[in-house]
């Protein structure tokens, strides 16, 4: 069947066999079906719909068009994590060396940052000299010596997935949950995992604004979780302001040891909390505590006596990175940095955050990058104490800019500003962090 | 706006605005959309469907991407009619030199075969010498000298059209009315014409197998065709058999000439009658004559007269062609080619014919090609005077094959046979030539 046939089916409503779908994949793969032919099958699959079935069979033959890792030879359960992305969200550089140091295994295959969210290899490269470009040999050594490992997806892992979603962001067909779906699952799939936690982000920073549309997505990770035998959990967490303090890449990996090293007030600390939570629940999958508040205990008590960040620091030597920053967080700031305050420009309480705003300035003074290939500073970034429902005086301190120059400043000052909704209202609920937990 | 963002309008089922379709034949003409964002865009544009509006601007942009033909400077009005194609649909040799020869000008811009039909450009260029690629001045010199010339889609003309055909072609994205039309239309009306007659075929040789959609098409194409101010008519005629007596490229040109020498009794000929018909509302829509019955007669007695093969013997030496084909017929057949007949299998009456099977068949052997760049043979052919209706006996002559040797012949010879549904049926109604008239 030529890939135009194929293409018909679809075009005209109905459902594609296994082996269609397993010829479409193939196509994409060796290249015998054209970008053209991939793309106009994949808006007739977001217009006309896939079903369960089709979703399942995309999820595993994106997922078999590749590597899939086995870490059989590490006796402990293995474990890891995926958000779906939102601004300061630093969870993962928190949650893989604490949930190693309780017993669980996190090979974790990381992203970069795209758009308004920030990614994890960028945020370690802001390490000195950490390597994210791990061979699999290497990656299944620092796994096995540190409980953990951090890298990037290489070109064996759901090959698939990459080419489809370079097209998918150039043809306007992102935003429809089962190939969202197929493309996090068919990687995350690849690690070989026994537990899979999944962060689901709602509100004005993420994908998914509404929570509604964040609990669908995680049902259905959830389900194709479970039908590939890993056990699945998905928190849907808000991102309707930036999580914790910083945005950036060093300043989040600065926020990151600070919490590591118990320096930051944890109750009070959203990227502590959520951190906490991901890992309690990755650590009761995993069956290695029996339920969520001794698991949280387990968590607390290991950043306490400070081995998680002994983990973190064995890892980034194995990852041929500069482990004093353990020792001393403030190397990860440059000095050649100038910070700016940004000022509330009228007294109120803060009533909303337009946190994909933030992200997309702080990307813009080369935070982040629009493009898949450009590169970023990593010193760069934002810190704000300030939450929704706190008061605020006009003049009062909403945040601070990490910048180059002034000139950087002056052009995204006004939108950091603006990004704050501040009113006279009294009375204005504080989002939960924590706004459901699915499977 | 980004092609993304104009994708996804078209994607959720929005109208898109004049200026946005603009954006987007401009993005095709001059490569800054990429062919996947193209074909993304032509297939939302198939399943969620184009408004009559959006249809006529995507008309509009893709004639106005090229060159629009001007002959103001010839006083006759201007005419041409367009086939949706078929198998032996050989019109187009008859209606040009004929309508000319009655005082209307046809400018007529042709093009190649694909699939099972056959194309005018190929068919003329059996003809020894004759040049299908007419410079814009040497088109309208012929035009002015012979009152018809015959060329081939120059890059100038739509050029929009070519490389939407060609992804839609590989991304099943052909058969959606609004598409075909802007297809048509923007190369027609890019002739400059006062009138436009044509010829939608129906039934199993087809395009638009069924009467219904064949109609639709027709509709489609008239209004488009008034709204900008072209004078258009379109026949719904018959495809359920091929077209007259041959089908292949020289036997074609050499059953036209035939006709123009008023060598073939013109009472039984379904080419004669289709191109009668075609040629007459030619004129009375150019108002040469006034009515249907008058604008037969004037196209006889140029049959009769010889005027229409004098016309044609002119023009072929205008576009460098060898006119002697016009005193001599025989010449076309080329004589190292093998006359094979095809036998009938059974006794019985004709009920239908698999009309796509022998387009296929001859394409096959060489008479057309599959893919855009092939070459073709234009000796090889079939030739059968049975028609649905008729009776034959077992072992009776279905038709002859115009092949280069018996191994082609035995290759090919079965699909023929089978081609013809032969029952013992008593009554068949034989199929009208003329279906309907719209416009």
Redesign the interface.
């Known amino acids: 069947m030529r ?3 194929i ?2 089916i679809k ?1 005209d409503g109905g459902e594609l066999s296994d082996e269609l779908i397993g010829k479409f994949v193939d196509g994409v793969c060796d290249k015998s079906w ?7 099958l ?3 699959m ?3 719909g896939l079903s369960t079935r089709e979703g399942e069979t995309l999820v595993r033959e994106m997922l078999n068009s590749g590597e899939i890792l086995d870490f059989s030879e590490i006796a402990m359960p293995k474990a890891d994590k995926h958000s779906t992305g939102g601004v300061g969200d630093k969870t993962s550089l928190i949650i893989a060396p604490l949930v190693a140091s309780c017993g669980v295994a996190v090979p974790m295959v990381s992203g970069r940052g795209l758009g308004h969210t920030g990614g994890t290899l960028d945020k370690l490269e802001s390490i000195p000299g950490y390597n994210v470009r791990l061979s699999t040999s290497e990656f299944h050594a620092i796994v096995g010596k540190c409980g953990f490992a951090m890298t990037g997806q290489t070109a064996e892992i759901a090959p698939a997935d990459k080419k489809l979603y370079a ?1 998918r ?5 992102v935003p429809y949950i089962p190939l969202i779906v197929a493309s996090i699952m068919s990687k995350k799939l690849a690690e070989g995992l026994d537990v899979l936690v999944l962060d689901v982000k709602t509100g004005s920073g993420a994908f998914m604004e509404s929570e509604k549309d964040a609990a669908e997505l995680a049902r259905a990770m959830v389900a194709t979780g479970e039908r590939f035998n890993v056990k699945t959990q998905a928190v849907i967490s808000d991102m309707s302001q930036p999580l914790g303090k910083y945005v950036g890449n060093a300043v989040e990996v600065y926020e990151c040891i600070k919490i590591l090293r118990n320096e930051i007030e944890p109750a009070a600390e959203p990227t502590w909390e959520l951190s906490l939570e991901l890992s309690a629940r990755m650590l009761v999958l995993a069956d290695v505590e029996s339920d969520l508040d001794s698991a949280r205990q387990l968590c607390v008590s290991k950043i306490k006596s400070g081995e998680a960040l002994e983990r973190f620091c064995r890892n980034i030597e194995c990852q041929s990175g500069d482990p004093t920053v353990c020792d001393d967080p403030d190397k990860l700031l440059d000095p050649n940095i100038t910070t700016i305050s940004i000022k509330a420009g009228k007294e109120g309480v803060v009533t909303a955050v337009d946190t994909l705003a933030i992200g997309n300035a702080v990307s813009e003074i080369g935070g982040g990058r629009v493009k898949a290939d450009e590169t970023i500073d990593h010193a760069v970034g934002f810190a704000s104490d300030i939450k929704i429902g706190d008061r605020i005086d006009a003049g009062g301190e909403l945040g601070r800019l990490y910048v180059r120059n002034e000139e950087q400043a002056s052009s995204v000052s006004p939108r950091f500003v603006s990004a704050y909704s501040v009113d006279a209202c009294l009375d204005i609920k504080r989002p939960d962090l924590i706004r459901n937990v699915i499977g």
Chains 1, 2 share one sequence.
């Open positions: 890939p135009q046939d293409i018909a075009r054209a970008d053209y032919q991939i793309s106009a994949v808006m007739a977001f217009i006309r097209l962001d150039a043809t306007a067909t």
